[in-house]
């Protein structure tokens, strides 16, 4: 069973510059979560979604967006990039709600 | 929100030696607790969970205890092994309102010597 997929794995991008960051995850798993993570602050929750609708939303502006697809591929969007965007980014999917959730192996994320 | 404590934030102990890793968490409305280990470049792995209907559970060397009265929830590894040296969080979610969002806490660095 193949697990949770993410691409690219490492991304280099200049400030002001927009990125996608594509997630696929474990087959029969209709739940999405996308978290980033910095030495700093942390594993932090960015958002959820769920048969291609938001459902759960953390604390971070509006540069950061996702959606899903009907295949329950997701997506993530930074626009306008900062220097603070440097981060590792984790996709996790879920079968169902407060079960394990089973994660990627990140996108690397550096802006310069 | 929930808000997740975690302590220590490094912890170094003998091979064969108990490692104990401690987290208090804000909500009491959470009912699921996940601890995950994160080895070097790879994403977060669950170990074991806990719902808030069941006070210890146990999984050959790892173990998890709650105490929802206290809001504190606690690792517990048996007879580490170099291959338990990882990054291991603590976390904490709720069922109502729907969805799954986990906080996280700051991690520990556990480094299990020879």
């Known amino acids: 069973k193949a697990g949770v997929t993410q691409t690219p794995r490492y991304l280099i991008k200049t400030r002001g510059q927009q990125v996608t960051l594509s997630c696929s995850p474990i087959?029969?798993?209709?739940?999405v979560s996308w978290y980033q993570q910095t030495p700093g602050q942390g594993l932090q929750f960015l958002f959820e979604?769920?048969?291609?609708?938001?459902?759960n939303k953390g604390n971070f502006p509006g540069r950061f967006s996702g959606r899903q697809f009907s295949n329950s591929r997701s997506e993530m969007n930074v626009s306008t990039l900062e220097l603070g965007d440097s981060a590792l980014y984790l996709c996790?999917?879920?079968?169902?709600?407060?079960?394990?959730?089973?994660f990627g192996q990140g996108t690397r994320l550096t802006v310069v | 929100g929930e808000n997740v404590e975690q302590h220590p934030s490094t912890l170094s102990v003998q091979e064969g030696d108990s490692a104990v890793i401690k987290c208090t968490y804000s909500?009491?409305?959470?009912?699921?607790f996940p601890w995950y280990k994160q080895e070097l470049g790879k994403g977060p792995q669950l170990i074991i969970d806990?719902?808030?209907?069941?006070g210890e559970k146990k999984d050959q060397r790892i173990a998890v205890t709650l105490n929802k009265t206290a809001k504190h929830f606690s690792l517990h590894i048996t007879e580490t092994q170099p291959e338990d040296s990882a990054v291991y969080f603590c976390?904490?979610?709720?069922?109502?309102?729907?969805?799954?969002?986990?906080?996280f806490g700051t991690g520990t660095q556990l480094k299990v010597e020879l």
């Open positions: 806990i719902r808030s209907n069941v």
């Open positions: 979604y769920f048969s291609e609708t938001q459902r």
């Open positions: 976390a904490a979610s709720k069922s109502t309102g729907g969805g799954n969002k986990l906080t």
């Open positions: 996790a999917s879920n079968r169902g709600v407060n079960t394990e959730a089973f």
């Open positions: 087959s029969g798993h209709r739940s």
């Open positions: 909500d009491s409305a959470s009912n699921y």
